[in-house]
């Protein structure tokens, strides 16, 4: 099994203490790698989301001067009045907004999907080579187990 600096170690010359740390330590990212998968997700469907809405407003119903309900959080709506149907206000991180044209924020939303999209197949492939070696860690721990006396 290799470690993060690439180093090999024989799993068959670790005890089963050093085993079960090592099966705690993997246990531990696997979890961690897990939730930033899943948070990784929940980002690409924010994205996926808003280039809808992005492409959505390309619609003939959407007018200047129209009224429209805003969304100041998921489930609280406030009245407005809709003041350019060609520009939007694209959330760029931390709380910052630009206003960018409907093909413009549509470019940054296609980034960004694709950006996360690559992220998400490197931390596929990571959680996969944990889960690899938490297998064979288990494997080795049961087989020591098994032919320690008691």
């Not at 600096?5 to 050093?18: A, I, K, M, P, R």
């Not at 197949?121 to 064979?136: A, F, M, P, S």
């Amino acid at each position: 099994m290799a470690n993060e600096g690439g180093e090999t170690v024989n799993l068959d010359t670790l005890s089963v203490q050093q085993l079960t740390q090592v099966k705690s330590q993997l246990d531990q990212e696997l979890e961690h790698l897990t939730t930033s998968f899943t948070q990784l997700q929940a980002a690409q469907a924010k994205f996926r989301d808003c280039l809808r809405c992005v492409q959505g407003g390309k619609s003939p119903a959407l007018k200047e001067n129209k009224p429209v309900l805003v969304p100041l959080t998921n489930s609280l709506y406030v009245g407005g009045t809709l003041s350019s149907a060609s520009h939007v206000l694209v959330d760029v991180g931390t709380g910052f907004y630009v206003e960018k044209d409907l093909k413009s924020a549509t470019q940054f939303y296609e980034g960004k999907m694709t950006e996360v999209g690559g992220n998400i197949k490197e931390l596929e492939g990571i959680v996969q080579g944990k889960t690899n070696n938490l297998r064979v860690i288990e494997q080795v721990l049961r087989q020591k187990m098994v032919s320690s006396p008691q």
